[in-house]
């Protein structure tokens, strides 16, 4: 092979390698933190189910992602309390029906991401959970300063049986 061509390709090659990897970082650090300084886990689309929930109050779904010290308490039965370094996500979307079958609720416009952090030490006075939610495609940060936290907070005092977390872990066979 001719060397110059050799250079070229591996230059051209290289410059395309940086320019994906380049837009993709730039495309993580677009998503800023929380107005409580929570920022959003990188590569929480990877993670393992752990539940869904259908809200019919507001009419949205929601698919609940755990990291893996979330999904290694569910395998364990060890989700009351959730043990510190848990990391719960939840997607939600509107309802839609399905045009092909209109019994079926499918996902239609996606409405937010919201993060639950278990941490006793760091949120004691939130339920040892610190919470985060970005609006939209866009992420967009939720609450106008820090204080957002207590009204998740208030609202999962509902849930104070099941260490202030609404999920129940789906049962797979």
């Given at each position: 092979m001719n060397n110059g061509v050799f250079n070229k390709r591996t230059i051209l090659l290289a410059g395309l390698i940086m320019f994906f990897v380049g837009s993709a970082y730039a495309e993580k650090?677009?998503?800023?933190?929380a107005p409580n300084g929570i920022e959003i886990p990188i590569g929480y689309k990877n993670w393992r189910l752990i539940g869904i929930t259908h809200r019919t109050d507001n009419k949205s779904l929601r698919v609940i992602l755990g990291n893996s010290a979330a999904i290694k308490a569910v395998h364990s039965g060890k989700t009351n309390?959730?043990?510190?370094?848990?990391?719960?996500?939840?997607?939600v979307w509107k309802d839609r029906q399905l045009d092909t079958w209109?019994?079926?609720?499918?996902?239609?416009d996606f409405n937010h991401a919201e993060f639950m952090f278990k941490d006793s030490k760091k949120y004691p006075e939130t339920g040892g959970w610190?919470?985060?939610?970005?609006?939209?495609?866009?992420?967009?940060?939720?609450?106008?300063?820090a204080s957002f936290v207590?009204?998740?907070?208030?609202c999962?005092?509902?849930?104070?049986?099941?260490?202030?977390?609404?999920t129940i872990p789906a049962l797979l066979p």
């Amino acid at each position: 092979m001719n060397n110059g061509v050799f250079n070229k390709r591996t230059i051209l090659l290289a410059g395309l390698i940086m320019f994906f990897v380049g837009s993709a970082y730039a495309e993580k650090q677009q998503v800023l933190p929380a107005p409580n300084g929570i920022e959003i886990p990188i590569g929480y689309k990877n993670w393992r189910l752990i539940g869904i929930t259908h809200r019919t109050d507001n009419k949205s779904l929601r698919v609940i992602l755990g990291n893996s010290a979330a999904i290694k308490a569910v395998h364990s039965g060890k989700t009351n309390p959730w043990p510190n370094g848990v990391i719960l996500a939840k997607l939600v979307w509107k309802d839609r029906q399905l045009d092909t079958w209109p019994a079926a609720t499918v996902p239609g416009d996606f409405n937010h991401a919201e993060f639950m952090f278990k941490d006793s030490k760091k949120y004691p006075e939130t339920g040892g959970w610190g919470y985060a939610r970005w609006k939209g495609l866009d992420l967009i940060p939720y609450g106008k300063d820090a204080s957002f936290v207590q009204e998740c907070a208030y609202c999962h005092k509902a849930a104070s049986k099941t260490d202030n977390a609404f999920t129940i872990p789906a049962l797979l066979p």
